[in-house]
């Protein structure tokens, strides 16, 4: 109804102005939400920092809680987990159902407990996420696995180490596998595992609670059981993700964004990409900086697991390709469904095709603003940046996925000069042209969101 549309918060952008300086990166989502999974293998409190305030982050403190763990927050992103009364191995389905991540206890509560009782997960916007390899994982290791009333079940009186091989080099399959394993009686090793840094960081965790995982970074990983795990106090890795979708609003508005305090050889795929898109990049030390260039190159690309292009910026890839001189091809390769996206650009003026699992971006002169709506987290991504180099003043609805994952976004963008703000309300009256319609336009009542 569209009188409720105009009730709804939207970012707002005023676009065309170029982005310039630096943004020190957060705290790595991907990583800190398997992170505080695994804190329910420790005996004893888990302290972490920079843990991103997102509502991701709160969906699993609040499954945590509901197994009877104690979670505190304390200023500066820093999350005090206390799983010694957990009570329960059953996730609830009205949290679990928000969050695909959520599926990460599974492993813990099962090498814990023997028992992890975690409705299915359904899927999401980005296509099925099935999770048959986490489950072929925990059953090689010894666990029945059963489906009862749309919950997996997974029990087993002792695990024991074993060869695991898997199909894909799932992210979720090899954490959940590794976290089963922590404390099975030998030694598990898992071939075609994944790669990611976020996986890594999940090993460093374990091993700095006293585990044994070694080989992680390469895609075989070896897991020695121990009896058990204590408490400590850990740093999650910065967030790649969110780096790069800030190196994209610098190169997208023609400006020079430096993104500092991550390795930069998390970002190399992106890093080569702009690179070849004309963009000039220069990483030193833990700093990236990208200096766009407006007469931008095609670039084709393919997603795939690390160290290849990573899925969680393809569509923040193609909102740039979208205003590069020429076409370019954008394969994806991890989620059937990750173009839902490209619908909103093409209101925006954009002009991309898909055919399959194929977009065929071709570029066009300018973007101009429109009211769009995020359908997924990476999309509110895109859909920002696509806004920020866009004539005129663009409205974005589906905060609620943008604050699933990006922390302190309108902020950061805003220290480096975008004019964006979070905003509601009714006024004045804008016509929709496209549908015909009459929206109104938002009063600006909050400026930037409380911290
Ligand atoms: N898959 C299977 N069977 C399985 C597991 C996965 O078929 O048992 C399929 C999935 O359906 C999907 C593909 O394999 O099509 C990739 O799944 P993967 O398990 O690698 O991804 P994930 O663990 O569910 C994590 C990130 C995603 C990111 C992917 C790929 C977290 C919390 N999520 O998901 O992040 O896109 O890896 O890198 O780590 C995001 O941050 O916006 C996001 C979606």
Known sequence: ??????????????????????????????????????????????????????????????????????????????????????????????????????????????????????????????????????????????????????????????????????????????????????????????????????????????????????GHGSSTITIEGVRKLRGVEYTIIPDRLMAGTYLLAGAITGGDVTVKGLDPAFLTALTDALSASGAQVTASGVSVRVQGNAARKPVDIVTSPFPGFPTDLQPQFVAYLSLAHGTSTVEETIFDARFVYVSELARMGADIRVAGRTAIVTGVERLKDAVVEAPDIRAGGALVLAALAAEGTTQIGGLEFIDRGYEFFEEQLATLGASIARASAVEPVMPRQDLGETIRMPRIVTPFRAS
């Open 1 to 214: 109804m569209d009188h409720l549309d105009g009730l709804r918060t939207r970012l707002v952008v005023d676009g065309g102005r170029r982005l310039e300086g630096s943004v020190e990166v957060p705290g790595a989502k991907n990583a800190a939400l398997p992170i505080m999974a695994a804190a329910i293998l420790a005996e004893g409190e888990v302290v972490l920092h920079a843990v991103p305030r997102i509502t991701d982050v709160d969906v699993m403190a609040s499954i945590l809680e509901s197994l009877g763990a104690r979670v505190r927050e304390q200023p500066g992103g820093t999350l005090v987990i206390d799983t010694s009364s957990i009570a329960s191995h059953a996730a609830p389905y009205a949290l679990v159902s928000k969050l695909n991540a959520s599926f990460d206890v599974a492993g813990p509560l099962l090498a814990r407990f023997g028992r992890a009782q975690v409705p299915q997960p359904g899927g999401c916007v980005l296509g099925p996420r099935a999770v048959d390899l986490h489950l072929k994982g925990f059953e090689a290791l010894g666990a029945a696995v059963t489906l009862e009333h749309g919950s997996i079940i997974a029990s087993a009186e002792s695990l024991t180490g074993a060869d695991i091989t898997l199909d894909r080099p799932s992210v979720g399959a090899t954490e959940n596998i590794m976290l089963a394993a922590t404390r099975a009686k030998g030694t598990t090793t898992i071939r075609n595992a994944a790669r990611e840094p976020e996986v890594c960081d999940l090993a460093e965790f374990v091993n700095a609670m006293g585990g044994r995982v070694r």
